[in-house]
């Protein structure tokens, strides 16, 4: 049985907690919303076995690990997070980044600002950045899928995810893999993070910052463009044909974002939480392609 541990870093001026196991070069695992470290349980030891010194961390805001001290959650500070933390954990040497949604935007990001620090990176559930952000408000199946984007720009919604117990959090998870039968102890380890102080209000301002040209910031401008830029390193991506939040089409049209060897896994029946759904396929998958 893989032995996980907690550890803590700081990097990029926030004090960062996550999940680890396993000696060798660094494998950094991002997590999305709504979600925590845990969500790569089934994936650790499979890398482990694999010769990865895994560090699975909470992302920015998302408790314990600290809130960001300037009260910024744009998608380029994610990167710029991942960086610091290969610094910080890789002990100088190539890593490999897996991310799932936001954890995937911030793949794409540090795969964009810091390529010479990665290997590889492998993407759950999000197109790349230069075409998803490009139908963002103009197609009408894009809007549908990420209306929650559009209602965390209201004044309220943390309110509403935490009413009744954070049932948003089951509700939203229910949606966006309609055919996955959520283990109870997960959602619970999933409200449990959301229950911490300071969780929800970050979790809604990845989307304020990263999505709403009156929430962003000037400074990361620069940044900001160069994420939608083609990707330079070797990629694995998958996407579940029930992705509610995802669009298939904007995943198959994404080639052209790659410079380099693309790897496309589209998992029939599994929805944006594929990861969970069918462990055993994407886990060999994940390992083949890193090994390859």
Known sequence: MTEVSKGRVRANNIDFHYLEAGSGPLM?????????????????????????????????????????????????????????????????????????????????????????????????????????????????????????????????AEQAIAHNDFDFLLKWWRDASPEFEIPREVMEGVKETFRQEGTVEAAVNYYRHTFNPAGKDPALAELSEKIAAPTTLPCLAFHGTRDRPGRLETFENMDHLFTNKLEKVVIERTGHFMHLEQPERVNNKIIQFLTS
């Open 28 to 156: 950094l695992c991002l997590h999305g919303f709504p979600d925590n470290p845990h969500t790569y349980s089934a994936l650790i030891p499979h890398l482990v076995d694999a010769g990865y010194h895994v560090v699975a961390p909470y992302m920015r805001g998302y408790a314990p690990t600290g809130v960001s001290p300037d009260g910024r959650y744009d998608a380029a500070l994610l990167g710029l997070d991942a960086s610091a933390l290969i610094d910080e954990l890789g002990g100088g040497h190539a890593a490999a980044v897996i991310g799932h949604d936001w954890g995937a935007f911030a793949t794409y990001a540090v795969a964009a600002f810091a390529p010479e620090k990665i290997e590889k990176i492998v993407t759950i559930a999000i197109a790349h950045p230069g075409a998803l952000l490009g139908e963002l408000g103009l197609n009408y199946d894009v809007i549908k899928g990420g209306w929650h984007a559009y209602f965390f720009q209201m004044p309220g």
